[in-house]
Nanobody
Framework: QVHLVESGGGLVQAGGSLRLSCAASESIFSFNAMGWYRQAPGKQRELVARIFRGGNTYYADSVKGRFTISRDNAKNTVYLQMNSLKPEDTAVYYC?????????WGQGTQVTVST
């Protein structure tokens, strides 16, 4: 099973930016898609952004125009550039690898946006 390690979380003021990274232990191109989810306290985990093997992307309405997902196949790494952060973006962000037979998760990284 692939091992995913997220990094880049932290505390930022509203309007600021962060870039999350997800390093995979194997080729990310072998997965149908790579994605970022988040889970705020007391809420369900939700899909934030996804990038498919062919390069198409998906964004939740709440982050469109502010977040950008990208990948570096040579480094087996997926990124989430988050701009114009809002307090409601505060959550634990999880990297996800969507395979044909398995769905793998990282351990998560905390993002806290202060007012």
């Amino acid at each position: 099973q692939v091992h995913l390690v997220e990094s880049g979380g932290g505390l930022v003021q509203a309007g600021g930016s962060l870039r999350l990274s997800c390093a995979a232990s194997e080729s990310i191109f072998s997965f149908n898609a790579m994605g970022w989810y988040r889970q705020a306290p007391g809420k369900q985990r939700e899909l934030v952004a996804r990038i498919f093997r062919g390069g198409n992307t998906y964004y939740a309405d709440s982050v469109k125009g502010r977040f950008t997902i990208s990948r570096d196949n040579a480094k087996n790494t997926v990124y989430l550039q988050m701009n114009s952060l809002k307090p409601e973006d505060t959550a634990v962000y999880y990297c996800n690898a969507l395979g044909t037979l398995a769905n793998s998760w990282g351990q998560g990284t905390q993002v806290t946006v202060s007012t």
